[in-house]
């Protein structure tokens, strides 16, 4: 089983984008879930976890732009992106905490350009 983000592109500096991730019941509930990232030439980086229970944490890279959020009832989890840097061009990719390599999908493309 993959776990497929969407809800990527191509923003300017300083936008938003709202990734989403749809995922089976037996994978979501009552799992921690997170997001990651993998930029070009860098390896693969966790940057935001959620609980069941709703209790977020996230790297410092992205802490105060970035926010977790889930939807027990959709077995989704979110990522809001807002004042987006060309830092934070990526694949954008959600899996469990710790991550499953099964569930590993192909992501989606973040770009933030001018």
């Known amino acids: 089983v993959q776990l497929q983000a969407s809800g990527g592109g191509l923003v300017q500096p300083g936008g938003s984008l709202r990734l989403s991730c749809a995922v089976s019941?037996?994978?979501?509930?009552?799992?921690?879930m997170g997001w990651y990232r993998q930029a070009p030439g860098k390896r693969r980086e966790w940057i935001a976890a959620?609980?069941?229970?709703?209790?977020?944490n996230y790297a410092d890279s992205v802490k105060g732009r970035l926010t977790i959020s889930r939807d027990n009832a959709k077995n989704t989890v979110y990522l809001q992106m807002n004042s987006l840097k060309p830092d934070d061009t990526a694949v954008y990719y959600c899996?469990?905490?710790?991550?499953?390599?099964?569930?590993w999908g192909q992501g989606t493309q973040v770009t933030v350009s001018s």
């Open positions: 899996n469990r905490i710790p991550f499953r390599y099964e569930y």
């Open positions: 019941g037996s994978i979501f509930n009552s799992k921690t």
């Open positions: 959620i609980t069941s229970g709703g209790s977020t």
